[in-house]
């Protein structure tokens, strides 16, 4: 059998969102002989696939509780390829619960390449003691926000601010819109969750309707649960038609502010994720959403767990409606707080 070629890079994306960013960061790479964990976007690039990104999607505590032997066998997997092959460098993205845990094995097993996580675990929002991990295990630390980069200032941890992607990715918008645009999620239980109370305030407030369609394999679902409601596969082009949205929590807040689509956060969580959430990881920010948080104010209207009822909902919308335009000029800031000072090239060396 013949030898594989020894390997430049190792680039570990576990989910989707870190595919996406995956797929960015390949595209401005050099030449390099590389191999991943990687998603359908990471996949149409010339590497060699060691996992595909779908065996390690997860969503919440509970289920990656239930998932926790398969996660296992994969941990060992990954960290046995690793150590094989032998990579110049290996650059984690996001998913700090497996990648962190894997850089510490790689060192304790006697890894000398260079260890680099793309992303920052939100060290701002709990688990703050993975902040000396990243300073004991890590030779680099590339940050999506200015203030994550600023957390380890003094410390022995190189830390830089590479801008966010979604900044040069969406352009100001030109027009507006007239739909109520619902984005229920990117995974079956988040759709099933969030998606009947979202299209229920929805339809009481008789507005033109449309519905993102994360991935081709929802659709049955939420034509199922949404009747003749116009769907859009490519979310881009519901957001540059909508006039406000209802959100599921996630990237996709940050790319509505961008778009200056006022939008009401939500999030179903089950009632034991909450009490793990609150009780054992002693999450209590002032705010959950990224474009609030950023702000240092609370933009969009943020409904998680309990407080995500009906009356809430109706109430947030309503508020949302009667305010589009003080809401959408706070949206411009977010452009300038997500631009990277200067164009900056990954180094793998």
Same mark, same amino acid.
């Given at each position: ?61 509970? !289920? ?5 032997? %398969? &996660?296992?066998? /994969? $941990? ?8 094989? #092959? +032998? ?83 969406? !352009? ?5 819109? %007239? &739909?109520?645009? /619902? $984005? ?8 099933? #969750? +969030? ?94 959403? /990224? ?59």
């Amino acid at each position: 059998m013949a030898q594989k070629k020894p390997l430049d890079l190792i680039v570990i994306a576990c989910e989707k969102s870190a595919d996406s960013l995956g797929s960015d960061l390949l595209s401005k790479l050099p030449p390099l002989n590389i191999a991943a964990v990687a998603g359908p976007k990471m996949r149409t690039f010339p590497i060699e696939v060691l996992i595909p990104m779908e065996s390690f999607e997860v969503m919440g505590f509970v !289920d990656v509780a239930l998932n926790f032997p %398969k &996660l296992c066998h /994969l $941990f060992f997997k990954l960290k046995k390829l690793i150590l094989e #092959r +032998n990579p110049r460098a290996v650059i984690f993205i996001d998913y700090p619960g497996l990648n962190l845990a894997l850089a510490k094995a790689l060192r304790k097993k006697g890894y000398s390449g260079r260890l680099i996580q793309y992303v920052c675990p939100s060290i701002w929002a709990y688990r703050k003691n993975r902040a000396q991990t990243m300073i004991n295990t890590l030779d680099h630390l590339y940050t999506l926000l200015p203030f994550e980069a600023e957390l380890f200032d003094g410390t022995s941890l190189k830390a830089e601010f590479v801008g966010h992607p979604l900044e040069k990715k969406i !352009d100001p918008p030109k027009e507006r819109g %007239k &739909l109520l645009a /619902l $984005f229920p999620g990117s995974r079956e239980k988040e759709v099933m #969750r +969030n998606l009947p109370l979202q299209l229920e305030v929805a339809k009481e407030t008789n507005l033109p309707l449309g519905i993102s369609v994360a991935s081709p394999k929802l659709r049955p679902l939420i034509e199922k649960m949404s009747g003749s409601i116009p769907l859009f596969n490519d979310p881009y082009s519901l957001m540059k038609n909508a006039d406000v949205a209802i959100a599921t929590s996630g990237t996709i807040n940050l790319e509505l502010a961008l778009h200056e689509v006022p939008t009401v956060v939500t999030f179903a969580i089950t009632p034991l994720d909450l009490f793990i959430a609150r009780k054992i990881f002693k999450i209590d920010l002032d705010h959950y959403c /990224l474009v609030n948080i950023l702000l240092k104010k609370r933009l969009f209207p943020e409904l998680y767990g309990p407080n995500f009822t009906k009356e809430g909902l109706t109430s947030a919308l309503n508020t949302l409606l009667n305010d589009k335009e003080a809401v959408r000029k706070s949206c411009r800031l977010i452009r300038s707080l997500l631009k990277c000072p200067s164009t900056h090239p990954f180094q793998v060396q």
